[in-house]
């Protein structure tokens, strides 16, 4: 349910798998520029099959 796998985008090599409490995703995306003072480290967006968005900081999913 809702886990995502986190890859180096440098070695592209495997880092950890995260879960996010969605129930599935029609499709998500990373942005790894600071963009407010919310998402400081990064944005994840992710969009379920109803076209709910759901938005994390990428900073505090990498932490984990």
């Known amino acids: 349910?809702?886990?995502f796998n986190i890859f180096s985008r440098k070695e592209n090599t495997f880092i950890k798998a995260v879960n996010l409490s969605t129930?599935?995703?029609d499709?998500?995306?990373v942005v790894?520029?600071?963009l407010n003072?919310?998402?400081k480290n990064g944005l994840f967006v992710a969009m379920n099959e109803?076209?709910?968005f759901y938005?994390?900081?990428l900073g505090?999913?990498?932490a984990k």
Do not use: S
Request: net charge negative.
């Open 1 to 3: 349910m809702g886990e």
């Open 55 to 57: 938005f994390f900081d």
């Open 37 to 39: 003072a919310t998402f």
């Open 32 to 34: 790894t520029t600071p």
């Open 60 to 62: 505090k999913i990498i």
């Open 50 to 52: 109803e076209k709910d």
């Open 27 to 29: 499709g998500c995306e």
């Open 23 to 25: 129930q599935g995703t």
